[in-house]
């Protein structure tokens, strides 16, 4: 089984300041990593996702992450927010060759503050 | 459109009696899932589907909980005689094959009173 945590249930950030929102991980086995955004009255957006290859993966609307195996890590970036990318934030994985849903973290709130 | 589809997008009814809830995924999309997202619980793992084969149901909260795909296509998820503690949003997500990435659904946000 796996798990996840997103540390950090809130983080206001001013407008055009850079941002990082938490996310580490606890599994058994190898896994795939993925970050969800989810605006209000809404369903849940692919914002990027890790399934092989390079660890620094980029994503829509600016946002990328940076996929750390030794600190089972998965950490979301963004140099310059906008008012627009306030919203929550899901962190998700799955088990690679499982066939289970995604396990995914509380959610962080970002706050973007003018 | 080419999205997840479902509905109704919001139910209210009262405690005891049956609900349905549809999904209809992306064409062509043969994986499946539910979940459901409350304030106490965040997001759960709820059933997922291959084809209209459901490997494993354990993630579903009780027996009151069902849920059935048929054609490839259509999923309803039924919770029978509801009680307060099911009131959530119940989302629906789609991908290619199992292990690819899901597209999600709005949700249906469920009511008991």
């Known amino acids: 089984a796996q798990s996840v945590t997103q540390l950090d249930s809130q983080v206001p950030v001013f407008e055009e300041a850079p941002v990082e929102l938490r996310c580490n991980y606890s599994?058994?086995?190898?896994?795939?990593l993925f970050w969800y955004v989810q605006y209000p009255n809404q369903g849940l957006q692919l914002l990027l996702k890790y399934l092989s290859g390079s660890t620094l993966v980029k994503g829509i609307n600016g946002f990328e992450a940076e996929f750390n195996k030794s600190q089972t890590s998965f950490h979301l970036r963004k140099p310059s927010v906008h008012i627009s990318d306030t919203a929550e934030y899901f962190c998700a994985v799955s088990e690679r060759g499982g066939a289970d849903g995604l396990t995914f973290g509380k959610g962080t709130h970002l706050i973007i503050q003018p | 459109g080419a999205g997840v589809s479902q509905s109704p997008s919001n139910k209210v009814t009262e405690k005891g009696k049956d609900v349905e809830l549809r999904c209809d995924p992306i064409?062509?999309?043969?994986?499946l899932y539910w979940y459901r997202q409350s304030l106490g619980q965040g997001l759960e793992f709820l059933i997922y589907f291959q084809g209209n084969s459901a490997p494993d149901k354990s993630g579903l909260p009780s027996d009151r909980f069902s849920a059935e795909r048929t054609g490839g296509s259509v999923s309803t998820l039924t919770i029978q005689r509801t009680q307060q503690e099911d009131s959530a949003v119940y989302l629906c997500?789609?991908?290619?094959?199992?292990?690819?990435?899901?597209?999600f659904g709005d949700g249906t946000r469920l009511s008991i009173l």
């Open positions: 599994s058994s086995v190898s896994v795939y």
């Open positions: 064409s062509g999309h043969t994986a």
């Open positions: 997500a789609s991908s290619r094959d199992y292990n690819q990435p899901q597209h």
